[in-house]
């Protein structure tokens, strides 16, 4: 057995066994009745969430933009789109969310700003603007053409020419989602007025959107090619083909997260990174005492169903920061776990078992809409298909399969919204609806739900896991204090010795004391 033994996180006292929910805002509940969820929609249906027993509702952008990659491509950081609101709107959703005792995460998006976004306009029409240096400007390379070989992650390159001046500018996403300089110090003054802004309308927390890559390669220098992207039709994948050294990860950023630790700490907030990092030992160079409080393990959503990766996406990140870990195996940028883990009944098994696991980790574990409804990915025809990567890259799948809009109850649209159409189609069944399964005590629902509640009675466990070597293959578990958990990898039913232990939880069967764990069974037992 291994022992990790990791120092505690210093972080807002309520952070500690929270659970969070990310609400896609576009695609969660429709308010107004324009077929686009918005704020009023979400505020009518939090109560939903406080009887999931969640803790912390991360609400993805909602101000002003052009929406060229729905809201990731913001025109002002301080103001709310119409299309969801306005920031009446918004305080009386905060005030709603702390009566029912939910906090609340904003999606702030510092690595660029929308090419609508005032600063970038200045700077993209007057090369001598004070906002040129908001951005990062380079000269063609030596023969013509981009300056280095970094790609887009939206497919192309990270480059875009700028006739005036004769530069280009660069965008790690799509031309229209230009990246700022954070070696400029104006800029990171501008962010910390923007934090400032959000945590004094009572904000308690913030998802930081690309957290790991707002520093660049001071010279630009071009990342190694790994493989040949010919052929490769997905832009993530072509991505995968460069080590990005000098784009990505770069250790310099975590400075700006100390200062904005600093000010969270003023008002109790946490901030919440979005860490997409090549190797979870990197995590620590974002997540620390001074730094990001929570870093985002993503490898869990694009793992493969296997003993061994099981254990090491626990393990691993564990290992780097200890109960900082974001746990998620779900996201508006990812495929369901349902679909990834086989589809229908087997995929919904393997993400109850994953999520008991995470669940039992220290850590912030993180549900995504629907993801508590078991739903499956939303097959989305191509002409309705609205993801930038799915339009500019033929072929791609694109993000839209996990933005259909929620399933509420039988009303139009499911209740989703009273409009005629809806932005993206309303692709669910009733009977997976949050009404159809909170009325079927065997639904997924109330098996989330019930491992929402355990987490609660994990409260007092302390931070140290220790991974079992010496159970039956297939089978991963870990010790936290006197508590033992433990998933089946396996696709046969698997004995498992449980004498001294006294199970309090399982996710398929309803037989605490059988010594046996079906396939994709996962279980909590407490030492007797
Ligand atoms: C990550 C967000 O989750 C994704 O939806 C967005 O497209 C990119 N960042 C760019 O902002």
């Known amino acids: 057995m291994q022992a990790l033994t990791l120092s505690a996180m210093s972080s807002p006292d309520w952070l500690r066994n929270s659970v969070g929910y990310e609400v896609y805002i576009r695609s969660f509940a429709d308010g107004d009745g324009d077929g686009v969820g918005d704020l009023t929609g979400l505020r009518d249906r939090l109560e939903y969430l406080a009887w999931l027993g969640v803790d912390l509702v991360w609400v993805t952008p909602f101000f002003p933009s052009p929406m060229a990659d729905h809201g990731y491509d913001v025109a002002d950081y301080a103001d709310i789109d119409p299309l969801f609101g306005n920031l009446d709107e918004f305080d009386r959703l905060i005030a709603r969310a702390h009566e029912l005792g939910l906090k609340v995460a904003v999606d702030i998006v510092p690595n660029h700003t929308s090419s609508a976004h005032p600063w970038f306009r200045a700077a993209f029409t007057d090369p001598e603007s004070r906002y040129r240096a908001y951005y990062l400007w380079r000269?063609?390379?030596?023969?013509?053409?981009?300056?280095?070989?970094?790609?887009?992650?939206?497919?192309?390159?990270?480059?875009?020419?700028?006739?005036?001046?004769?530069?280009?500018?660069?965008?790690?996403?799509?031309?229209?989602?230009?990246?700022?300089?954070?070696?400029?110090?104006?800029?990171?003054?501008?962010?910390?007025?923007?934090?400032?802004?959000?945590?004094?309308?009572?904000?308690?927390?913030?998802?930081?959107?690309?957290?790991?890559?707002?520093?660049?390669?001071?010279?630009?220098?071009?990342?190694?090619?790994?493989?040949?992207?010919?052929?490769?039709?997905?832009?993530?994948?072509?991505?995968?083909?460069?080590?990005?050294?000098?784009?990505?990860?770069?250790?310099?950023?975590?400075?700006?997260?100390?200062?904005?630790?600093?000010?969270?700490?003023?008002?109790?907030?946490?901030?919440?990174?979005?860490?997409?990092?090549?190797?979870?030992?990197?995590?620590?160079?974002?997540?620390?005492?001074?730094?990001?409080?929570?870093?985002?393990?993503?490898?869990?959503?694009?793992?493969?169903?296997?003993?061994?990766?099981?254990?090491?996406?626990?393990?691993?990140?564990?290992?780097?920061?200890?109960?900082?870990?974001?746990?998620?195996?779900?996201?508006?940028?990812?495929?369901?776990?349902?679909?990834?883990?086989?589809?229908?009944?087997?995929?919904?098994?393997?993400?109850?078992?994953?999520?008991?696991?995470?669940?039992?980790?220290?850590?912030?574990?993180?549900?995504?809409?629907?993801?508590?409804?078991?739903?499956?990915?939303?097959?989305?025809?191509?002409?309705?298909?609205?993801?930038?990567?799915?339009?500019?890259n033929r072929g791609s799948l694109g993000r839209d399969v996990c933005r259909s809009p929620m399933p509420w109850d039988d009303k139009p649209n499911l209740g989703f919204s009273t409009a005629a159409t809806t932005w993206l189609p309303q692709v669910y069944r009733y009977d997976e609806s949050v009404a159809a399964q909170r009325k079927n005590p065997k639904a997924h629902l109330h098996k989330v739900r019930g491992l929402v509640n355990l987490r609660r009675t994990l409260s007092n466990l302390g931070d140290t896991v220790r991974f079992a070597d010496d159970l039956p293959d297939g089978v991963v578990a870990f010790y936290r204090d006197d508590h033992f958990f433990a998933l089946n990898v396996n696709e046969t039913l698997t004995e498992l010795d449980l004498s001294g232990l006294r199970v309090i939880h399982r996710t398929i069967s309803d037989s605490v004391a059988r010594p046996v764990l079906e396939p994709d069974e996962a279980l909590v037992a407490v030492r007797s």
């Open 139 to 392: 000269d063609p390379a030596p023969g013509g053409g981009p300056p280095n070989n970094w790609i887009s992650h939206f497919g192309g390159p990270a480059w875009t020419f700028e006739p005036r001046s004769g530069q280009y500018y660069c965008h790690l996403f799509l031309p229209e989602q230009p990246d700022l300089n954070w070696r400029n110090p104006d800029v990171r003054e501008e962010f910390e007025r923007i934090l400032e802004f959000w945590f004094r309308r009572d904000t308690d927390a913030i998802r930081i959107d690309v957290a790991h890559a707002l520093i660049k390669d001071e010279q630009f220098r071009d990342n190694r090619q790994v493989s040949d992207p010919a052929g490769l039709i997905e832009p993530r994948e072509r991505f995968r083909c460069f080590d990005h050294v000098h784009d990505l990860c770069r250790p310099e950023v975590l400075d700006i997260y100390r200062s904005w630790h600093k000010i969270a700490e003023r008002y109790d907030a946490a901030l919440i990174g979005e860490t997409y990092v090549r190797e979870a030992s990197e995590l620590s160079n974002l997540v620390t005492d001074d730094g990001l409080h929570v870093g985002f393990w993503f490898a869990p959503m694009s793992m493969p169903w296997k003993p061994e990766a099981v254990r090491e996406m626990l393990e691993a990140p564990h290992r780097a920061i200890g109960s900082q870990v974001g746990w998620v195996q779900s996201s508006h940028d990812e495929r369901r776990p349902v679909a990834r883990f086989s589809g229908g009944d087997i995929g919904r098994r393997r993400s109850l078992g994953f999520c008991l696991m995470l669940m039992g980790m220290p850590g912030t574990p993180f549900l995504y809409q629907g993801e508590e409804l078991g739903l499956d990915d939303a097959r989305i025809p191509m002409k309705l298909r609205h993801d930038p990567v799915a339009r500019r």
